[in-house]
């Protein structure tokens, strides 16, 4: 049984959004929607090169624009977070 490079990334993206269950700062998701958005790509029969840009892109993206808006409603500054 051989997986396929749009497999593996979807995989990793499940990986890294269970991770995020245990650490609670976003970061993990954020590789995690870039790892979504590489396997997207991979699906469509693009390149590694592009994956890696895909996922570079995806990555930040998500980090500064995502990650913001998750800090200030996901979590208050009154909350205490288990």
Do not use: N
Not at 62 to 77: D, E, G, I, T
Request: glycine share 8%; with cysteine.
């Amino acid at each position: 049984m051989k997986i396929e490079m749009w497999q593996l990334w979807i995989i990793i993206s499940i990986v890294l959004f269970i991770a995020e269950i245990f650490i609670p700062t976003f970061f993990a998701a954020s590789l995690g929607i870039g790892c979504l958005i590489a396997g997207v790509f991979a699906f469509l029969g693009f390149g590694l090169k592009v994956e890696l840009i895909a996922f570079s892109v995806g990555t930040l993206l998500s980090f500064f624009l995502v990650r913001p808006f998750m800090l200030k409603y996901a979590h208050k500054k009154g909350q205490k977070v288990k």
